[in-house]
Every structure is written in structure tokens, then in C-alpha cells.
């Protein structure tokens, strides 16, 4: 079993014989307008996907399903909408079914707590996307979970640390954790996703699980850098993975 980071929250696993592509944003540079009220006024995504235009073709002829954690632009961007296939099995959320549906995918699974799909448990966990009016409006959130045998994954999805991650991370006991980090924060507020701090506790957990932090470096209002959070996570006597885009993570 391998991870593939592609770019922002965007990841190809290879779970044993099944590829799944998770928080697919897709598009060229630039193609996505800012995030308004944000520090700059830079264009979105950052960064072009680290595979070329006929790799990417490839890449979606061998996908077996697709994960959605939400439908914030930065993870189902108008390109992955108009360029995966419609058939293949989608896991969302039951509040995304409705939007998926009408952009004509057709194989939907949404996880209210728990589904087997070819002997994978996929569980749905909550989260935080950030607190106060702001948390409330970015919802709903979801992160999810995927046993089978010995290897359990929490993509934790978008969301600060929070009860809803520290008690998934008690249930589950993950053997990897990836986590949205980049600090995402807009001009009023409190961070959206994960912070240094968030990250660190999140390293420190007694599951003792591998923490594997992206979502940095990709769009406008996500401050925290790779280069930050390493310095920060390895000055605590801590580690973490963190990816470079197309970097592979073997999971052992």
C-alpha cells in the first residue's frame, strides 16, 4: 500500500489492487479564482499537478473509486467534475449526494457512519473547519477512515484539531493520519485547518500514529509553508512526512 501526493489535499492511494483518488483538484495554475478575503490576491491552484497532461489522462482510465471529503473548490475543483469518469464509485458525504448527483456521477456511496466496499471499511469521522461563524459556515466537513487487515488510514480531512479528530484518532487508533495543515485563514478569524500546534498534538496522540501533513503551499490563504512546518514539528523532538507534490509515501 502506497500514497501518491499530488498536490493540496489531492492524493492517489494504492490500496493493495484498488486505486482511489482522494479530494481531487485537478485544474491547470491559476485556473481557479482567489479566495476572497485572504492576505493576497493570488489565483488558485498555486502550483501545476506534478504529473504532465497525458500522465493525468492515464492516471483516471485506472481509478476504481474516488473520495470526496467536501466540495470546497480546492477539493473537487470544475475540472475533476468535468473530466472523471462518471461511473466509478464516489464516497462523500450524505449533505454533497444532491450536487453530485446533478454533475452526473452515478455511482455514489454516502457514508451517514459505515460501508465494505471490496472488503475496505470506509467510516466517516466529523470535524472543524475552523470555529466560531466561520467553522459554521465552511461546514459540513468530513474526514474518512479505511481498515483492512492489519492498516488503518485517517485521512482527517479539512478540519483544525478538534473532539471529533482526538476521538477518531481514539477509535480508530490509525496506523497513518493525513492531515490538512497550511494553517488556512482568511483576514478575521481563527486558522481553518491545521496549524503547527494542531499538527504537533495531533504527532503526540498516545494511537502513536504516522502523521503525514499536506494541504500547504497550493492555495492563496494558506500561510504555513512545508519548510515552517518541518523546522517547527523537528525543534519539538517530533516527526512528520511531509510530502513534496508526486512524491510516493509506502505505508508499512
Known amino acids: 500500500m502506497r500514497i501518491q501526493f499530488l498536490r493540496n489535499a489531492t492524493l492517489l492511494l494504492e490500496w493493495n489492487n484498488k ?3 482522494v479530494d481531487p483538484m485537478l485544474g491547470a495554475k491559476d485556473s481557479l479564482d482567489t479566495v476572497a478575503n485572504a492576505a493576497n490576491t493570488l489565483r488558485n491552484p498555486l502550483t ?8 493525468l489522462k492515464e492516471l483516471l482510465t485506472t481509478l476504481d473509486a474516488i473520495i470526496v471529503t467536501h466540495r470546497h473548490r480546492d477539493h473537487w475543483d470544475v475540472t475533476a467534475q468535468a473530466i472523471l469518469p ?8 450524505p449533505a454533497d449526494v444532491t450536487a453530485l448527483t446533478e454533475q452526473g456521477f452515478t455511482q455514489l456511496h454516502a457514508v451517514d457512519t459505515s460501508v465494505v466496499w471490496e472488503n475496505i471499511t470506509v467510516t466517516r469521522t466529523g470535524g472543524q473547519h475552523g470555529t466560531g461563524e466561520i467553522g459554521k459556515k465552511m461546514a459540513p466537513v ?12 485517517y485521512i482527517a480531512g479539512d478540519t483544525i484539531w478538534c473532539e471529533e479528530v482526538n476521538a477518531a484518532m481514539d477509535t480508530f487508533q490509525p496506523n ?5 495543515a497550511g494553517a488556512a485563514q482568511f483576514l478575521q478569524g481563527d486558522p481553518i485547518t491545521m496549524t503547527v500546534a494542531d499538527v504537533i498534538t495531533t504527532i503526540q496522540h498516545p494511537a502513536k500514529s504516522k502523521v503525514i501533513a499536506v494541504h500547504m503551499e497550493a492555495i492563496n490563504h494558506c500561510f504555513l509553508t512545508r519548510k515552517a512546518l518541518g523546522a517547527a514539528v523537528s ?7 511531509i510530502p513534496e507534490q508526486g512524491e510516493w509515501i509506502k505505508l508499512s
Do not use: D, W
Open 86 to 93: 462518471k461511473h466509478i464509485p464516489v464516497f462523500c458525504q
Open 176 to 180: 497513518y493520519v493525513v492531515v490538512n
Open 235 to 241: 525543534a519539538a523532538g517530533l516527526s512528520a512526512i
Open 142 to 153: 468530513s474526514g474518512f477512515v479505511l481498515q483492512e487487515g492489519p492498516m488503518t488510514l
Open 48 to 55: 501545476e499537478l506534478p504529473v504532465s497532461e497525458a500522465a
Open 19 to 21: 486505486r482511489i483518488l
